[in-house]
C-alpha cells in the first residue's frame, strides 16, 4: 500500500518554476491581504460554478445557470442539479471555510450534496481518505514543507485515489478551493480558479496524468501539477489585481467628475441629475457610492430623505 507521509516532501528539490511562482503568488497574496474578509462576487461564483462543470462535461445555458443560482427557476434535468448543488456547496464553503476540517466526513459532505444519490466509496478507499487528510493535517502543522506544495500534492492524492464512481474532479476543486482558503491564499473569492483551469483543460488533463504515473508504488513526480496549478493560481491573482486597478480607475474617475459636477451646478441637484450627467464612469453604484464620499468629506451635504433627497454643495449653502 501506498505511503502518504508529506514530510517526505521537505526533502524533495524543487523546481525553477515552482519556486518563481510561490515567490510571485505570495507578493500578491501580502499586497491583498486586506481583503481576505471581502465576500466573493456572484460573477465569479457563477463563473466557478459553470466551469468546473463544464470540465466534467455538465453544461447548460448561462441564462438558465445565473436563473438558477438566484432561484428565478428550479432544475429541469440531472445537469441543471448537479450546476445548482455545486453553487450551493461553493456558498457554504466560502461562508465556513475556517470551522471546516480537512477529514473524510468534509469530503463525503461535498459528495452527497453534490451527487444525491451517489455511491458510497468502498471501506478501503475511505480508510486510504482517512490516511491522507490525517497525513496532510500532520505535515501543515509541521510547517517545514510550503503550503502550495502541500495543498497540490494532497490534490494529486486525492485525484490519483479517485474515491468516487463519479465527480472527483469536481470535488477536488473544491478541495483545493478549500484547502487555499484555510491558509490564507483568497484568490479564488475573487478570480475563478476552475475557469481559467477550463481555459487551458487539456494541460490540465495531461498534468494529472504525467504527475500520476507509477503514483501507486511512490514512483510518481506530481512536479508538472503543482506547476500547473501555481501557474493557474497567479494568473487569477494577476487577473484580480487587473480588476482591482480598473475599478480604482473608474471609481477616482467618477469621483472627480461627480466633485466638478457639483462645483460648476448653481443650487441642489438629485442623484438622477448625477447620473444623467456622469453615467460613462461606473454606474448607478459607483456613482452612489462617491456622492456618500463627497458628503463625508464634507463637499456636499444632503438634503431630505428618500426618493426626495437633493445635494447641495456646503460652500452654496
Not at 93 to 104: A, F, K, V
Not at 191 to 205: D, L, P
Amino acid at each position: 500500500m501506498r505511503q502518504f507521509n508529506y514530510l517526505k516532501l521537505a526533502n524533495r528539490v524543487l523546481s525553477k518554476n515552482i519556486v518563481t511562482y510561490i515567490i510571485e503568488i505570495n507578493k500578491f497574496k501580502e499586497k491583498q491581504n486586506s481583503l481576505q474578509n471581502a465576500n466573493p462576487t456572484e460573477l465569479d461564483k457563477f463563473l466557478s460554478a459553470k466551469a468546473s462543470n463544464k470540465i466534467a462535461g455538465i453544461t447548460t445555458t448561462n441564462s438558465r445557470i445565473w436563473q438558477l443560482i438566484h432561484g428565478k427557476i428550479k432544475p429541469q434535468n440531472k445537469n441543471e442539479d448537479e450546476i445548482l448543488s455545486y453553487y450551493n456547496i461553493l456558498n457554504f464553503m466560502h461562508e465556513n471555510y475556517d470551522t471546516l476540517q480537512i477529514n473524510c466526513d468534509c469530503i463525503l459532505y461535498m459528495y452527497y450534496n453534490l451527487f444525491k444519490f451517489g455511491e458510497l466509496p468502498n471501506k478501503r478507499k475511505v480508510d486510504v481518505l482517512n490516511v491522507i487528510c490525517e497525513n496532510y493535517k500532520n505535515a501543515l502543522k509541521a510547517g517545514i514543507i510550503n503550503d502550495l506544495i502541500l495543498i497540490h500534492c494532497f490534490v494529486l492524492d486525492f485525484l490519483c485515489l479517485r474515491p468516487f464512481d463519479k465527480g472527483n474532479g469536481r470535488i477536488s476543486r473544491l478541495l483545493n478551493l478549500l484547502l487555499l482558503y484555510k491558509s490564507k491564499y483568497f484568490v479564488g473569492c475573487y478570480s475563478s480558479i476552475a475557469f481559467f483551469i477550463a481555459n487551458n483543460v487539456k494541460e490540465y488533463n495531461d498534468s494529472i496524468q504525467t504527475s500520476g504515473q507509477g503514483w501507486e508504488n511512490e514512483k510518481n513526480v506530481p512536479t508538472l501539477f503543482i506547476e500547473y496549478m501555481l501557474n493557474i493560481i497567479l494568473s487569477c491573482y494577476k487577473d484580480f489585481d487587473f480588476k482591482q486597478n480598473f475599478a480604482y480607475h473608474i471609481d477616482e474617475t467618477s469621483y472627480n467628475s461627480i466633485k466638478s459636477f457639483a462645483e460648476e451646478h448653481n443650487g441642489a441637484f438629485s442623484k438622477k441629475d448625477v447620473l444623467m450627467t456622469c453615467s460613462n464612469f461606473g454606474g448607478r453604484s459607483v456613482a452612489e457610492r462617491n456622492l456618500k464620499r463627497l458628503v463625508a468629506e464634507g463637499f456636499i451635504k444632503r438634503v431630505g430623505i428618500g426618493h426626495n433627497t437633493l445635494y447641495i454643495r456646503t460652500d452654496a449653502s
